[in-house]
């Protein structure tokens, strides 16, 4: 009867069965931790090409409206 065996040896088991394996746990923190890193590198590459698409329009934007030379001021 292995069975009987197993009852109360747990900790003896984790110690030398699944060392250096890691746990659920760990593994779902871990997995956790990435994808909330990529959502903030995904966020952080789409807001800075938000703002880049909005300086080219208001560059575009502008040359429609004053024409090709730039702004008519004293020094253009």
Do not use: C
Request: charged share 40%.
């Amino acid at each position: 009867m292995a069975f009987f065996g197993l009852i109360g040896n747990d900790r003896q088991m984790a110690a030398t069965t699944y060392a250096g394996k890691e746990s659920a746990t760990e593994k779902r923190q871990r997995k956790e931790t990435e994808k909330a890193a990529r959502r903030r590198q995904s966020h952080h590459r789409s807001v800075v090409k938000a703002d880049r698409d909005g300086w080219k329009w208001a560059d575009k934007e502008r040359e429609r409206q004053e024409g090709p030379g730039g702004r008519r001021g004293w020094f253009s």
